[in-house]
Nanobody, 126 residues
Framework: QVQLVESGGGLVQAGGSLRLSCAAS????????MGWFRQAPGKEREFVAA????????YYAASVKGRFTISRDNAKSTVYLQMNSLKPEDTAVYSC???????????????????WGQGTQVTVPS
């Protein structure tokens, strides 16, 4: 089992940047593929980005590709989401999640992920 805690959210102007962190405790983080999801008010939770246990494979939602970068430091048990060129439509609660099993066809499905953090708010005013 792993416990996840996100940090780094806040209010940023359009075009700005934020870096979210997801700190893990419990089992070694390298045992898990990791994902970031977000949920805006009145909308369903959606996939943002994912990274394999070793960090060599990454996936991104089309809406963030080229602007967001997911990375991980297993020695620090932390996963990051660097968000650049932020837009008002990026406003949401961002949550990290851990998946003990993962494939190229399931990374975007929230049901793949067994453990979730509590989320951190990102607000980009229009």
């Amino acid at each position: 089992q792993v416990q996840l805690v996100e940090s780094g959210g806040g209010l940023v102007q359009a075009g700005g940047s934020l870096r979210l962190s997801c700190a893990a405790s419990g089992r070694p983080l390298s045992s898990y593929a990791m994902g970031w999801f977000r949920q805006a008010p009145g909308k369903e939770r959606e996939f943002v980005a994912a990274i394999s246990g070793g960090g060599r494979i990454t996936y991104y939602a089309a809406s963030v590709k080229g602007r967001f970068t997911i990375s991980r430091d297993n020695a620090k048990s932390t996963v990051y989401l660097q968000m650049n060129s932020l837009k008002p439509e990026d406003t949401a609660v961002y949550s990290c999640a851990a998946a003990p099993r993962w494939s190229g066809t399931t990374y975007y499905n929230e049901n793949t992920y067994a453990y979730w953090g509590q989320g951190t708010q990102v607000t980009v005013p229009s």
